[in-house]
């Protein structure tokens, strides 16, 4: 009966995957607006740079976030540090602090739009696109006049939208674990994580909790496998995630030289990728045996934020490694 309930509440778990909205790269982006309006007089722009309520600085600022098509802070940061260095006698700005303040302005003033994606009631990712009229200024004031390739644009896409998604999921649980234990840190969006004496890590998401006294480290990452095609093959795209998982593999060894648990949970996008991401991990079934676990941010809305039907587990049965049915009550966080 144990068996057969399991199988039961299997079915249902991929139900839930399948029935759920699936995101694929490139075919749209839907974010909520917090600014809407794109100027249109060119005389309205000439008259905000003689004011100096727009400078030469902030040309670069849309310059940057051309270049990815959309993006958070922290990339556009990174862009202009870059820039920076390229050209260092350049009016650009690159520190983090004043360069949230600059992009508000652009966005006041019509030449961003800034759209915020709430993660679960507890944060938000703010991401950046270049307005026709912010493309139009910057281009002529920088003589440029050229779009960035599509492919490269598509590939920034997908890199803030994964960290979107995974963001979601990591605020979910948040939430969920405060109830049974006491969160040491959170953080969601990519940060730097030590494994070692050199090593970093940039996780999607990460959680640390006290729970019994015992503390547990869980890291979430996006295992999306919608390739656009104008970015990586398939192949190239399971290789990358292959060598993901290998830091993985040293992050969980560090830990566990502190004696602290960790646990792991890949977003996908559908149950395809679920089976996708098992074949993966059976080459790796050493170090991700019972404690990873898959779902999505989407098949936890579609579930009602319930975790016992929106969560699979691989495990090790016999020689090989099989997706599963969580046990509730082997799952602390999710009784």
């Known amino acids: 009966m144990a068996v057969e309930k399991e199988i039961a ?12 909205s699936v995101f694929r790269y490139g075919n749209g982006i839907s974010l909520e607006p917090v600014t809407k309006s794109d100027i249109k007089s060119v005389d309205y722009l000439e008259e905000l740079l003689m004011a100096e309520k727009i400078t030469l600085s902030d040309m670069y600022i849309l310059e940057a976030v051309a270049f990815f098509g959309h993006a958070d802070l922290k990339m556009v940061a990174g862009r202009l540090k870059w820039m920076v260095e390229k050209f260092p006698k350049k009016p650009i700005i690159a520190d983090s602090d004043s360069l949230g303040g600059r992009l508000q302005t652009l966005g006041k003033y019509g030449l961003l739009w800034r759209r915020k994606y709430s993660c679960g009631g507890k944060g938000n990712i703010f991401v950046y696109t270049i307005t026709y009229r912010g493309f139009k200024m910057y281009s002529e004031r920088l003589d440029k006049s050229f779009h960035y390739d599509t492919g490269l644009v598509a590939q920034c896409t997908t890199r803030v939208l994964r960290s979107i998604h995974v963001g979601e999921v990591a605020c979910i649980f948040e939430g969920r674990l405060s109830k049974v234990a006491e969160i040491e840190e959170w953080r969601h969006s990519s940060y730097a994580l030590r494994y070692g004496e050199k090593g970093r890590f940039y996780p999607n998401g990460y959680i640390r909790c006290l729970h019994y006294g015992a503390y547990w480290n869980i890291i979430l990452e996006a295992a999306h496998f919608n390739v656009d095609d104008r970015i990586e093959s398939e192949q190239e795209r399971v290789l990358k995630f292959e060598e993901k998982l290998a830091t993985l593999i040293k992050v969980k060894d560090a830990f566990a030289a502190k004696y602290e648990n960790t646990l792991f949970v890949f977003c996908v996008e ?18 991700f045996n019972g404690n990873t676990y898959v779902t999505s941010e989407r098949v936890l809305k579609v579930n009602q934020l319930d975790f016992a039907s929106s969560m699979v587990k691989t495990r090790i049965i016999g020689s090989d490694l099989k997706v599963t049915a969580c046990i509730p009550s082997q799952e602390w966080f999710i009784a």
Not at 9 to 20: L, R, T
């Open 270 to 287: 559908d149950f395809e990728g679920v089976n996708r991401l098992s074949k993966i991990l059976a080459g790796f079934k050493e170090d």
């Open 9 to 20: 509440d299997f079915v249902k778990i991929a139900e839930g995957f399948k029935n759920s």
